[in-house]
């Protein structure tokens, strides 16, 4: 038996391997050639033909929970809207669904339309797709693995986007099955955003962030770091409340682009909990200004001319 057979052999005993390469949570860690093609089969097909009529196909994505990730995709959304660009928004969040009510539309209701979702506009006209349009305000679904990955796949092959300039996509803290299944559900994904603050402990997980994205082979914009300097409103002092500078350190040790820091705002919670974009509604912030830059860096990265 020769070396490169002894090592197959070794992986899969090692990862106790049951040929069932679409649910595995190794998937990005197996180097055997065994592995089986997923992407041959009806749903993810259909997937395929469904994104077809969009261009590129965003993510966005935080090592851990709380840092503004959401916040961050709705107003990289804006700023690409404001520039021209037709955007859908897909919620992977399955627990904590928030997109709906950032952009202005969670009172509405998901509408079928020849067995296809139809997503719902925001009020620029942004198609917006969530699991939390069927759940209500108190609702809450305990999801199993399988159903979160064929839920995924329903709103992926399901919905009804039309042709798209972007598709960004809200994936769910952390490196866990749900960001798993939307990294192996789209192989050709354009683009990941990674939101972060300024803490250390934020920087520790956006490292394992950052190297679940390099191991899948997705282009990597560059890190976002969010809450940063507070700039008083009643006077010209500035206090940098959490120290910023962690986002500019951890680009530096893992090698990807700095996007830029997004100034702690109070506007921007405001502009969230009305369901307004933040961009749109104080666009001579600083905070807009950034949001703005950030997303002519990604638009410029990917080729999207407006």
Same mark, same amino acid.
């Given at each position: ?66 840092? %503004? ?18 955007? %859908? ?117 956006? %490292? ?99």
């Amino acid at each position: 038996m020769d070396k490169d057979k002894r090592d197959i052999v070794r992986l899969q005993v090692t990862m106790g391997c049951r040929k069932d390469c679409e649910g595995c949570s190794k998937f990005f860690d197996c180097t055997s050639p065994l592995k089986q093609d997923i992407y041959n089969n009806p749903i993810h097909n259909r997937i395929k033909k469904k994104l077809s009529s969009i261009k590129y196909k965003m993510a966005v994505m935080s090592g851990k929970g709380g840092v %503004g990730k959401s916040t961050t995709l709705v107003n990289l959304v804006g700023a690409l809207r404001v520039m021209g660009a037709k955007i %859908g928004a897909l919620d992977s969040d399955f627990y904590e669904p928030t997109l709906p009510t950032f952009f202005g539309v969670k009172e509405e209701e998901f509408k079928a339309e020849e067995r296809e979702i139809v997503p719902i506009p925001s009020k620029k006209g942004v198609k917006v797709t969530s699991v939390a349009f069927t759940l209500g305000d108190l609702g809450y679904v305990t999801w199993a693995t399988e159903q979160l990955r064929w839920a995924l796949y329903m709103f992926l092959g399901g919905t009804d986007w039309g042709e798209l300039d972007f598709l960004f996509i809200d994936l769910p803290p952390g490196t866990g099955d749900e960001t798993l299944n939307v990294l192996k559900a789209i192989p050709d994904l354009d683009g990941v955003v990674i939101v972060t603050i300024p803490s250390d402990v934020a920087q520790i997980v956006v %490292g394992r962030g950052i190297s679940l994205c390099k191991k899948a082979g997705v282009p990597i914009m560059g890190v976002v770091e969010n809450m940063g300097i507070l700039e008083c409103p009643y006077c010209d002092e500035s206090f940098n409340v959490f120290k910023s500078g962690g986002g500019n350190r951890i680009s530096d040790e893992m090698g990807v682009k700095f996007l830029g820091t997004v100034p702690l705002d109070y506007q921007i919670a405001e502009a969230s909990d009305e369901g307004e974009e933040y961009v749109s509604k104080y666009p001579d912030s600083l905070g807009a200004k950034t949001y703005m830059k950030i997303a002519g860096d990604v638009a410029s990265q990917i080729g999207y001319k407006p």
